[in-house]
């Protein structure tokens, strides 16, 4: 009989490289990720850090996770997760970066609130 190892969540930076606070957000989740799996501080995860625009399926379960007050913050300008839709359709540049999504937790945050995204990394359920 074998055990079965959980595998690591996966942690997704929607990046902007000409963006210094997105460079931030990169190299702060660069540093969480290398810590977790020296000091075992905190669960290990894998990044995946792209400056690619999300798909239209990944813009709707962001919209989930970040509810109705998060609209405006996700797709600039709008206010239902309609028009957040359309506005993405129409162009991808409205998609808010730098982005991180805990797809496994269901759990995003826009920005570059160092503290904020910590404490979703901490959140991170042990193995």
Known sequence: MGFFRKTKDIITLFHKASSPGSK???TLLKQVQVEAAEKDLRPEFDLEVTEQPPTLDQVKTILDY????????????ATS???????????????????VVDWANGKAHVG???????????ALPKK
């Open 112 to 122: 570059e609130n160092e503290s904020e995204i910590l404490k979703m990394l901490n």
């Open 24 to 26: 931030r957000v990169a």
């Open 66 to 77: 970040v509810g109705q007050p998060g609209i405006s913050l996700v797709i600039k300008g």
């Open 81 to 99: 997760e309609n028009e957040a839709l359309q506005k993405f359709k129409q162009s991808a540049d409205s998609f808010q970066k730098p982005l």
